[in-house]
């Protein structure tokens, strides 16, 4: 929903009626995570995509149904129905699409959520896709690090679903989440789906340099939210860095152990040292490859460099396990030669650890092309 925030709040706020589907689940190779939503507005304008344009269509006109009756729908599109090449989702893949109706009236909490998102301050929506009872369909609760709002409908559900809540929250991910009808862990016949709106995850660029500048680029195209940090002022300038949201002046050692006393370095972020120097990235990894938790090192530099950095990280007392961590030499084997190309190898790299890609190419390849993320382990996967 959040790529479609903007213009469903803007109906929402001229108190529009819009019919929404949204993503809940996906299986095999589906082209679009949970969380992608599709708006059907006023006068039938469509915004927003859940397939990349597969099921579109048939979307469309569910959620012109919806929004003139009100009845929330979960419908399930896939190459195994009988009217799959008619509905288009030709892929392979599976999507349940939940439809409902957003309003005023329906969906109150919209404004409050939009608030959060605008200042980058965590929150998560809990809805009621499933149930044996069809009057819970729909019933929303909001979660954030500090409080709840709303009920789901019984303390014990909510209890459950804020702490699954608080833990995609943590991750950034969205996930729909299977329980008993009253909430229960280990039942079966409710099925919640949780948008998890965090801040976008950081991309933290040691070194600023040519090839930093193109890595900050592309970590901005992939959603990041990019620093670029190097200890010389005449060349960590915003000017030399367009694409990066912070450009610092400091130390990179000093400037990381500071992000991480303050709590700003979590399970979502990746650390590209560009320095080659190792004045600059020894003492620097010594401090990144022992945070508890990060979802990527690289530090840049030739097989030499690789082997004089990891001796001397030795002697600095790390362990095979921390250095183990390090992936260096930085990027994956693509032949890149100019820094864009070396940014795109950076890139694909991080895609790869965080999504368990192999990095092979996918013709020589059989079985699913779309990974799971293992942060949510079967989470977003769940189904009755």
Do not use: N
């Amino acid at each position: 929903m959040r790529d479609v925030l903007p213009e469903l709040l803007r109906w929402w706020e001229a108190g529009e009626t819009v019919g929404m589907g949204t993503v809940v689940a996906t299986f095999q190779s589906a082209p679009r995570p949970p969380g992608a939503s599709m708006l059907v507005g006023p006068e039938g304008t469509a915004v927003g995509s859940v397939s990349g344009g597969c099921v579109e269509g048939a979307v469309y006109e569910l959620a012109q149904e919806v929004a003139g009756s009100g009845v929330p729908v979960l419908q399930r599109y896939g190459i195994s129905d009988d009217d799959a090449f008619a509905v288009g989702l030709t892929c392979g893949g599976i999507l349940d699409v939940y439809v409902e109706k957003v309003s005023r009236e329906t969906f109150p909490e919209l404004g409050e959520i939009a608030v959060a998102v605008e200042r980058g301050e965590p929150v998560a929506v809990a809805t009621v896709v499933e149930h044996p009872d069809p009057s819970y369909l729909g019933r929303r609760m909001l979660v954030t690090p500090d409080a709840v709002h709303g009920t789901l409908g019984s303390e014990r559900m909510d209890d459950a679903v804020r702490d699954d809540a608080l833990g995609l929250l943590a991750s950034g991910h969205s996930a729909t989440l299977g329980y008993g009808p009253d909430g229960e862990r280990r039942g079966e016949g409710m099925r919640v789906f949780v948008w998890a709106f965090a801040p976008r995850p950081r991309m933290l660029v040691f070194g600023a340099i040519d090839f930093a500048a193109a890595v900050a680029r592309v970590g901005s195209f992939l959603g990041y939210q990019v620093t670029v940090c190097d200890a010389r002022p005449v060349f960590a300038t915003h000017s030399r860095f367009p694409e990066a949201d912070d450009v610092v002046v400091e130390w990179p050692h000093r400037y990381l152990e500071a992000e991480r006393d303050a709590g700003r370095i979590d399970a979502r972020t990746v650390i590209a040292v560009l320095t080659h120097d190792p004045k600059f990235d020894v003492p620097l990894l010594e401090v990144a490859l022992r945070l508890p938790d990060v979802a990527y090192v690289g530090a840049m530099g030739s097989r030499r460099t690789h082997e004089d950095r990891e001796q001397r990280l030795k002697e600095a007392g790390l362990t095979a396990e921390e250095i183990a961590r390090l992936s260096s030499p930085i990027g994956l084997d693509l032949g890149a030669r100019t820094p864009a190309e070396t940014a795109i190898s950076i890139a694909a790299e991080i895609i790869a650890g965080r999504w368990g890609g192999t990095g092979s190419r996918l013709a020589e390849l059989g079985g699913r092309i779309h990974h799971d993320d293992a942060l949510l382990g079967d989470a977003r996967h769940t189904a009755t």
